[in-house]
């Protein structure tokens, strides 16, 4: 296997890779020591959403801490189930006209069943995302400790537990390192010895307490489902394929292949590698690894799979992890740690954050969490926001997957809703933060996955739509699936490639580089066709519509999703059409008739309607006070506002005030995820006040689990993610050609400093604000650079010097 998707691109590698970061990565002033930032714990996990995540983007642990079993879960980023699958419908393209005909005729529910029958997926469900297992280690005599402390160190990406039984001082430390791209686990006894056997235990569905997978289980989407994080006493039996063997004297070699799901058969084969080193005695026995009379013992841990590409399994896993393995045991502890360290710090400490005194918090994270409605507690919302950035920086790097629902971290084989990439916000909100948190790099996996689904989605486009151009709809997995899955209540949504789209222009925005804007540019464009293609005159005259689609998930009446133009159908391509167009003139594309088109098209989108509550109405005909579910969980016709900003407090106050009708319809509370999004859009229109209620909502105990997870429940990083973009954005917005400056600043936060902030146009920020007011501003960026600053509705231009600053102080 080639080391194409595993060797991660740094310096020289990663600017060829992805054009632009490395000029950021030179632009950006790397900051200082980061005070406070660490989730504390007085007691071991006992649960999944108790332990610790580290993780390089690739490979992740969850630590549990645990005295005298410790555990470490572990994921692979490319262990899904199933193969290289085409799932797209060959009755799709022949049903396409009558289903169109019966939406036009008002005849949804009939349209919905032919959708069922002819234009689903086949399967109509897809690939979920595995574990690779769990690491164990029984320990001989350790029993009840004191003076227990567990943490995880956001500055240095460690995670620790300490403590002491007897007269010994007991200490483990766990990291996942992207130099060496191994876990490495450190553990040490002081004043005495270590006596433990180590063993692999493959990763069984049970541990959810389902019997089997479900294809996506979109009907619970709207209740907020309890799940069972608790470990499972039931031991599967191991798979034929499974085989845990000997790999030298103190090596153990687990080599395993993937699950077959909806009658994809497994394709994948995976390794994990275990080393151990150290004083005492280490051997192997059987399938385990013995340690005795040890007082400092280093496990490294590799894992691979035979993944390439979407199309390709051909890889070696066990001469990856092979190679990554012995690479990394032939460092020092110490080099193996320095080196995680500064790599890791070369991105974090980018950016700081403090929101309130400078006195640290040392109460244990648990406890703030359960008290976090009930008492004021500034700094963790800041801690919140470190907590997305170490995640995302944890999740998704140059080289690896993107960032899945569950991020990199999952326990079983039958997650919730697979734990793949849905694209109808959850994957889009995994990246929300990705250019305001100064994480540039963190997009890449994304755009490497867009352009997959710009092959795959063009299949797509083709066979289903007689279309050019290419298409994802609201799910995608590992093989890059594009078809519509689950039902038409669901999937039968066109935008979701569209919407990925946003992310990647999102980059550019930020960071101007015309490199960067000719990659991407053909999956604008490819984008934009399939809908020139695709739209329809609406039935009653009102402008070229998508159909058939849906309002994400949303039903209009009961039991009917399907229609004609919604909403934010009609906001999503009004971007992508201006994008397409703006790189279109600035790359100077004589294509001038695609041009011409394109701009034709784009004004005959309907515009956004006021529904006679004074409400944004989500789709074309106000039906929006009728609709089944009042406070529906998503916001889709919001999207004009956040992450958009085509609705806007400057240019659009009209429809400003009727999106505020609808979020107050919709209600402040939430799943996870839908609590954050709502969080952003009062953030994006100046709220302030409600936004912080809101967020003290985001941070108490009903949606963030003890070790920050968000809760949907269950566990979705993306509420992770868009809480930390909303908690950014009201500091610092970047919108409409301006820089908007302490634009939501509730009451509760008087002072703090935000540094390192990224805006539109290459630009970054220091703030410092106390008594409510700004106090200093700084902006760096190119010598010369003019730039629209509004704080407290006063515009000012600021121009930047011959060293690419400029520094307001005020009073």
């Given at each position: 296997?080639?080391?194409?998707?595993?060797?991660?691109?740094?310096?020289?590698?990663?600017?060829?890779?992805?054009?632009?970061?490395?000029?950021?990565?030179?632009?950006?002033?790397?900051?200082?020591?980061?005070?406070?930032?660490?989730?504390?714990?007085?007691?071991?996990?006992?649960?999944?959403?108790?332990?610790?995540?580290?993780?390089?983007?690739?490979?992740?642990?969850?630590?549990?801490?645990?005295?005298?079993?410790?555990?470490?879960?572990?994921?692979?980023?490319?262990?899904?189930?199933?193969?290289?699958?085409?799932?797209?419908?060959?009755?799709?393209?022949?049903?396409?006209?009558?289903?169109?005909?019966?939406?036009?005729?008002?005849?949804?529910?009939?349209?919905?069943?032919?959708?069922?029958?002819?234009?689903?997926?086949?399967?109509?469900?897809?690939?979920?995302?595995?574990?690779?297992?769990?690491?164990?280690?029984?320990?001989?005599?350790?029993?009840?400790?004191?003076?227990?402390?567990?943490?995880?160190?956001?500055?240095?990406?460690?995670?620790?537990?300490?403590?002491?039984?007897?007269?010994?001082?007991?200490?483990?430390?766990?990291?996942?390192?992207?130099?060496?791209?191994?876990?490495?686990?450190?553990?040490?006894?002081?004043?005495?010895?270590?006596?433990?056997d180590l063993t692999y235990r493959h990763p069984s569905d049970a541990i959810y307490g389902l019997s089997d997978y479900s294809g996506g289980n979109q009907a619970n989407r709207s209740?907020?489902?309890?799940?069972?994080?608790?470990?499972?006493?039931?031991?599967?039996?191991?798979?034929?394929?499974?085989?845990?063997?000997?790999?030298?004297?103190?090596?153990?070699?687990?080599?395993?292949?993937?699950?077959?799901?909806?009658?994809?058969?497994?394709?994948?084969?995976?390794?994990?590698?275990?080393?151990?080193?150290?004083?005492?005695?280490?051997?192997?026995?059987?399938?385990?690894?013995?340690?005795?009379?040890?007082?400092?013992?280093?496990?490294?841990?590799?894992?691979?799979?035979?993944?390439?590409?979407?199309?390709?399994?051909?890889?070696?896993?066990?001469?990856?992890?092979?190679?990554?393995?012995?690479?990394?045991?032939?460092?020092?502890y110490s080099r193996l740690r320095s080196d995680h360290v500064a790599a890791h710090q070369a991105l974090f400490r980018r950016l700081s954050l403090r929101i309130g005194p400078t006195?640290?918090?040392?109460?244990?994270?648990?406890?703030?969490?359960?008290?976090?409605?009930?008492?004021?507690?500034?700094?963790?919302?800041?801690?919140?926001?470190?907590?997305?950035?170490?995640?995302?920086?944890?999740?998704?790097?140059?080289?690896?997957?993107?960032?899945?629902?569950?991020?990199?971290?999952?326990?079983?084989?039958n997650p919730p809703w697979g734990s793949k990439y849905t694209i109808n916000i959850n994957t889009q909100m995994n990246y929300w933060p990705a250019e305001s948190a100064n994480l540039?790099?963190?997009?890449?996996?994304?755009?490497?996955?867009?352009?997959?689904?710009?092959?795959?989605?063009?299949?797509?486009?083709?066979?289903?739509?007689?279309?050019?151009?290419?298409?994802?709809?609201?799910?995608?997995?590992?093989?890059?699936?594009?078809?519509?899955?689950?039902?038409?209540?669901?999937?039968?949504?066109?935008?979701?490639?569209?919407?990925?789209?946003?992310?990647?222009?999102?980059?550019?925005?930020?960071?101007?580089?015309?490199?960067?804007?000719?990659?991407?540019?053909?999956?604008?464009?490819?984008?934009?066709?399939?809908?020139?293609?695709?739209?329809?005159?609406?039935?009653?005259?009102?402008?070229?519509?998508?159909?058939?689609?849906?309002?994400?998930?949303?039903?209009?009446?009961?039991?009917?999703?399907?229609?004609?133009?919604?909403?934010?159908?009609?906001?999503?391509?009004?971007?992508?059409?201006?994008?397409?167009?703006?790189?279109?003139?600035?790359?100077?594309?004589?294509?001038?008739?695609?041009?011409?088109?394109?701009?034709?098209?784009?004004?005959?989108?309907?515009?956004?309607?006021?529904?006679?509550?004074?409400?944004?109405?989500?789709?074309?005909?106000?039906?929006?006070?009728?609709?089944?579910?009042?406070?529906?969980?998503?916001?889709?016709?919001?999207?004009?506002?956040?992450?958009?900003?085509?609705?806007?407090?400057?240019?659009?106050?009209?429809?400003?005030?009727?999106?505020?009708?609808?979020?107050?319809?919709?209600?402040?509370?939430?799943?996870?995820?839908?609590?954050?999004?709502?969080?952003?859009?009062?953030?994006?229109?100046?709220?302030?006040?409600?936004?912080?209620?809101?967020?003290?909502?985001?941070?108490?105990?009903?949606?963030?689990?003890?070790?920050?997870?968000?809760?949907?429940?269950?566990?979705?990083?993306?509420?992770?993610?868009?809480?930390?973009?909303?908690?950014?954005?009201?500091?610092?917005?970047?919108?409409?050609?301006?820089?908007?400056?302490?634009?939501?600043?509730?009451?509760?936060?008087?002072?703090?400093?935000?540094?390192?902030?990224?805006?539109?146009?290459?630009?970054?920020?220091?703030?410092?604000?106390?008594?409510?007011?700004?106090?200093?501003?700084?902006?760096?960026?190119?010598?010369?650079?003019?730039?629209?600053?509004?704080?407290?509705?006063?515009?000012?231009?600021?121009?930047?010097?011959?060293?690419?600053?400029?520094?307001?102080?005020?009073?």
């Amino acid at each position: 296997m080639t080391t194409t998707r595993r060797s991660f691109m740094v310096s020289a590698g990663l600017a060829s890779a992805f054009p632009g970061l490395a000029r950021a990565a030179v632009q950006a002033t790397t900051r200082g020591r980061q005070e406070h930032l660490a989730l504390r714990y007085e007691q071991a996990a006992g649960t999944w959403v108790e332990a610790l995540p580290v993780g390089n983007g690739r490979i992740g642990a969850m630590c549990f801490g645990r005295i005298a079993q410790e555990r470490l879960q572990l994921n692979e980023d490319t262990l899904f189930a199933g193969g290289p699958y085409s799932p797209n419908n060959s009755a799709a393209l022949a049903a396409l006209p009558p289903v169109r005909a019966l939406v036009a005729s008002g005849h949804f529910a009939d349209a919905a069943e032919l959708i069922e029958r002819s234009m689903m997926g086949i399967p109509k469900t897809q690939m979920p995302y595995g574990a690779a297992g769990d690491l164990l280690l029984k320990f001989t005599g350790l029993g009840a400790a004191t003076a227990y402390r567990r943490w995880l160190d956001l500055d240095t990406a460690i995670c620790s537990t300490r403590f002491r039984h007897g007269k010994v001082q007991y200490k483990r430390e766990v990291f996942a390192s992207v130099p060496d791209q191994v876990i490495v686990m450190r553990l040490s006894a002081t004043g005495g010895m270590m006596n433990f056997d180590l063993t692999y235990r493959h990763p069984s569905d049970a541990i959810y307490g389902l019997s089997d997978y479900s294809g996506g289980n979109q009907a619970n989407r709207s209740a907020a489902v309890p799940w069972d994080y608790r470990e499972s006493s039931h031991t599967e039996k191991r798979p034929k394929s499974l085989s845990v063997r000997a790999d030298g004297e103190r090596a153990l070699l687990v080599e395993g292949s993937n699950i077959a799901v909806a009658g994809i058969p497994p394709a994948l084969r995976y390794a994990v590698g275990i080393r151990a080193d150290g004083d005492g005695t280490i051997v192997v026995r059987g399938d385990g690894i013995e340690v005795r009379g040890a007082s400092n013992v280093t496990l490294i841990i590799s894992a691979a799979t035979s993944y390439i590409k979407y199309d390709d399994v051909s890889g070696d896993p066990v001469g990856i992890a092979r190679k990554h393995g012995e690479a990394a045991a032939s460092k020092s502890y110490s080099r193996l740690r320095s080196d995680h360290v500064a790599a890791h710090q070369a991105l974090f400490r980018r950016l700081s954050l403090r929101i309130g005194p400078t006195v640290a918090d040392e109460r244990p994270t648990n406890q703030r969490i359960a008290e976090a409605e009930q008492h004021a507690d500034p700094s963790l919302a800041a801690l919140y926001v470190q907590y997305g950035r170490y995640l995302l920086l944890s999740s998704s790097r140059p080289g690896s997957q993107p960032a899945n629902l569950q991020g990199l971290w999952n326990e079983g084989n039958n997650p919730p809703w697979g734990s793949k990439y849905t694209i109808n916000i959850n994957t889009q909100m995994n990246y929300w933060p990705a250019e305001s948190a100064n994480l540039g790099e963190c997009v890449e996996p994304l755009l490497r996955m867009v352009e997959d689904l710009s092959v795959t989605g063009a299949i797509t486009a083709r066979q289903s739509y007689g279309a050019r151009g290419w298409v994802a709809h609201h799910n995608t997995d590992l093989w890059r699936a594009a078809a519509p899955i689950d039902g038409a209540l669901w999937g039968m949504w066109p935008c979701g490639g569209a919407w990925l789209c946003k992310a990647l222009w999102d980059h550019y925005d930020y960071l101007p580089d015309p490199a960067y804007l000719r990659r991407i540019y053909p999956l604008l464009k490819g984008a934009a066709l399939f809908f020139m293609d695709t739209m329809v005159e609406d039935a009653q005259g009102r402008g070229l519509v998508t159909s058939p689609s849906i309002s994400p998930e949303n039903e209009h009446h009961k039991g009917v999703a399907t229609c004609a133009g919604p909403a934010m159908d009609r906001q999503i391509i009004r971007d992508l059409f201006t994008w397409t167009l703006q790189a279109h003139q600035i790359l100077d594309d004589h294509d001038a008739a695609f041009a011409a088109d394109l701009r034709a098209i784009r004004a005959r989108v309907p515009a956004d309607r006021i529904g006679a509550q004074g409400q944004l109405q989500e789709w074309l005909d106000d039906w929006d006070a009728g609709a089944p579910e009042q406070q529906h969980r998503h916001v889709s016709h919001l999207y004009g506002v956040y992450p958009s900003e085509q609705i806007n407090v400057r240019d659009t106050p009209e429809l400003i005030a009727a999106a505020k009708v609808t979020l107050n319809t919709r209600g402040d509370k939430s799943t996870g995820w839908a609590t954050a999004w709502r969080l952003a859009l009062w953030t994006r229109m100046g709220e302030g006040e409600r936004a912080y209620t809101i967020l003290q909502g985001l941070l108490g105990p009903e949606r963030t689990y003890p070790n920050m997870f968000d809760a949907h429940p269950p566990f979705q990083i993306d509420g992770n993610f868009g809480g930390t973009a909303a908690i950014l954005e009201m500091l610092v917005q970047s919108w409409g050609g301006e820089i908007h400056v302490l634009a939501a600043l509730p009451k509760a936060w008087p002072e703090g400093a935000l540094h390192g902030v990224r805006a539109r146009g290459g630009v970054e920020l220091d703030v410092d604000w106390s008594r409510s007011k700004l106090k200093r501003l700084q902006l760096r960026g190119k010598a010369g650079q003019i730039i629209k600053v509004r704080y407290k509705q006063r515009l000012t231009e600021m121009t930047l010097d011959a060293h690419g600053k400029a520094t307001m102080t005020f009073n």
